[in-house]
Structure formats: structure tokens, C-alpha cells
């Protein structure tokens, strides 16, 4: 499966911004969706996962109650709605898919990143 993150950009403290991860190739319902990212000089990390069906979620402990990992199997894309954005979700974020549910970065198959900084 080839994945297509987008939906990055420039936004201020406070603000929202609404990721895409488009699919295409094998079939989407049948894997796992994560996200994760990677600020410069750290280390990647997971930020939310969402089962084949959306049933299953998990979020990471930063990003509870502000994030939200959802997909839309009809249209092959999975979405990362991001709320009350702090300067430090500054990073390059990046969408895997997954024939298992997990929120380590086992993942096998990856898209891109965009990027999304958070400055005033």
C-alpha cells in the first residue's frame, strides 16, 4: 500500500490543522493506520493509531484530549485532527500502515512526511 500524508503547514499556538493520509494500492481496510513524528535532533515517535475498522484507537499521552486519529475506509484516507497545537508538535509528522493494531512504529509500510510548526 502506497500512503500520502499532507495537510501540514505554518500555524499559530492554539490553532488546529487536520491531516490526510490518501492510500492507494492494496486494500486499505484491511491495515492498521499510525501516526507518528519526529521534531529535529529527537527521535520518532508514536502519536495515535487507528484499527483497520476505526474501532480501536490509542493515542499517545501528549496528544490525548487534543488529538484525534480517524478514517474514512470509503474514500482510503485517514485523517489526524489536531486541536490546541503547543510549539512543541513541531515536527515532521508521518503515516504508516500495518496488517496489526499497534502503537510501536513496527509498521511496514510508510508515506512521506509533512510538516507542521507551530509558531507565532
Known amino acids: 500500500v502506497q500512503l500520502q500524508a499532507s495537510g501540514g503547514g505554518l500555524v499559530q499556538p492554539g490553532g488546529s490543522l487536520r491531516l490526510s493520509c490518501a492510500a492507494s494500492?492494496?486494500?486499505?481496510?484491511?491495515?492498521?493506520v499510525g501516526w507518528f513524528r519526529q521534531a529535529p535532533e529527537k527521535e520518532r515517535e508514536f502519536v495515535a493509531a487507528?484499527?483497520?475498522?476505526?474501532?480501536?484507537?490509542g493515542h499517545a499521552d501528549s496528544v490525548k484530549d487534543r488529538f484525534i486519529v480517524s478514517r474514512d475506509n470509503a474514500k482510503n484516507t485517514a485523517y489526524l485532527q489536531m486541536s490546541s497545537l503547543k510549539p512543541e508538535d513541531t515536527a515532521v509528522y508521518y503515516c504508516?500502515?500495518?496488517?496489526?493494531?499497534?502503537?510501536?512504529?513496527?509498521?511496514?509500510?510508510w508515506g512521506q512526511g509533512t510538516l507542521v510548526t507551530v509558531s507565532s
Open positions: 487507528t484499527s483497520w475498522s476505526g474501532r480501536s484507537t
Open positions: 494500492g492494496r486494500t486499505f481496510s484491511k491495515y492498521a
Open positions: 504508516a500502515a500495518s496488517s496489526t493494531f499497534s502503537t510501536d512504529d513496527g509498521y511496514e509500510y
